[in-house]
C-alpha cells in the first residue's frame, strides 16, 4: 500500500515567521503535487514538481522534490494570515493510468 | 481561468437508489479522473480515465461505480445502488497530460439517508 506521510498534521505559528512542511514516501512518484484545500471546496494545484532535486518558487512559497523522487517539502518565508489553510500533497504513478494518492494534509494557522 | 463545473453541488439521496454525479472537465483536457473524499478524511483517488476507457482504478471502485463520458463535454459518475458509506464529498478533477497539473472541481456533497 502506497502511502504520502505528511508533517506536521497540525501548526500553529506567528505572522512573519517561517515554516516547512514535509511529504514523505517509501514510493517513487513520477510527479509529487502540492495543493491548498478551503473548507468544503476542492483542493487548488499549487504546484507540480516532476525531476529529482527540483526546486520551485512561487512567491514565498518553495517546493523541493527529493533527489529519489519519494519525498518533498514546502517552505514559506514571511508566513501571513492569508497562508491559513490546509495544504495537501499528492504522488501520482503512472502505472498505465494516472493513480494519485493524497496525504492527510497539514493544517496551517498563521496568527495576526 | 478556465475551471471543472460539478453538478449537483448537494445531492440527498435514499439507501439503494442510483445517483448520477456531472462534471464538465477543461475543454482541451484529455485526462479525467474521480475522487472522493469523506468528512474529516483524505481525497482518495476513485478512477481516471483517458481516451474514452479506465486507465486505473482503485479498489473503492468496485462494481456499484461506473464512469461515461456521453458527449464530448460531460464526465459523470454514477453509483448503482447507494449505501451510506458512499456519502462523501466528491470531487471531478481534469488535466491536459497523465498526473501532471490536475484542476478539481468545487465537489457534490452527496448524503445517503
Known amino acids: 500500500t502506497q502511502l504520502l506521510e505528511q508533517s506536521p498534521q497540525f501548526l500553529s505559528i506567528q505572522e512573519g515567521e517561517n515554516l516547512t512542511v514535509y511529504c514523505n514516501s517509501s514510493?517513487?512518484?513520477?510527479?509529487l503535487q502540492w495543493y491548498r484545500q478551503e473548507p468544503g471546496e476542492g483542493p487548488v494545484l499549487l504546484v507540480t514538481?516532476?525531476?529529482?532535486?527540483e526546486v520551485k518558487k512561487l512567491k514565498r512559497l518553495t517546493f523541493q522534490f527529493g533527489d529519489a523522487r519519494k519525498d518533498s517539502s514546502l517552505h514559506i518565508t514571511a508566513a501571513q494570515p492569508g497562508d491559513t489553510g490546509l495544504y495537501l500533497c499528492?504522488?501520482?504513478?503512472?502505472?498505465?493510468?494516472?493513480?494519485?494518492?493524497f496525504g492527510a494534509g497539514t493544517r496551517l494557522f498563521v496568527k495576526a | 481561468e478556465p475551471e471543472v463545473t460539478q453538478t449537483p453541488s448537494h445531492q440527498v439521496t435514499q439507501m439503494g437508489q442510483e445517483v448520477i454525479l456531472r462534471c464538465v472537465p477543461i475543454?482541451?483536457?484529455?485526462?479525467f479522473y474521480w475522487y472522493r473524499q469523506i468528512l474529516g478524511q483524505k481525497v482518495e483517488f476513485l478512477v481516471s480515465?483517458?481516451?474514452?476507457?479506465?486507465?486505473?482504478k482503485s479498489e473503492i471502485f468496485d462494481d456499484q461505480f461506473s464512469v461515461e463520458r456521453p458527449d464530448g463535454s460531460n464526465f459523470t459518475l454514477k453509483i448503482r445502488s447507494t449505501k451510506l458509506e458512499d456519502s462523501a464529498m466528491y470531487f471531478c478533477?481534469?488535466?491536459?497530460?497523465?498526473?501532471?497539473?490536475?484542476?478539481f472541481g468545487s465537489g457534490t456533497r452527496l448524503t445517503v439517508v
Open positions: 478533477a481534469s488535466s491536459e497530460e497523465g498526473g501532471y497539473g490536475y484542476t
Open positions: 514510493s517513487v512518484f513520477s510527479s
Open positions: 514538481v516532476v525531476t529529482g532535486g
Open positions: 499528492a504522488g501520482a504513478r503512472n502505472t498505465g493510468g494516472f493513480k494519485t494518492i
Open positions: 475543454s482541451n483536457h484529455l485526462y
Open positions: 480515465f483517458y481516451n474514452n476507457e479506465i486507465s486505473e
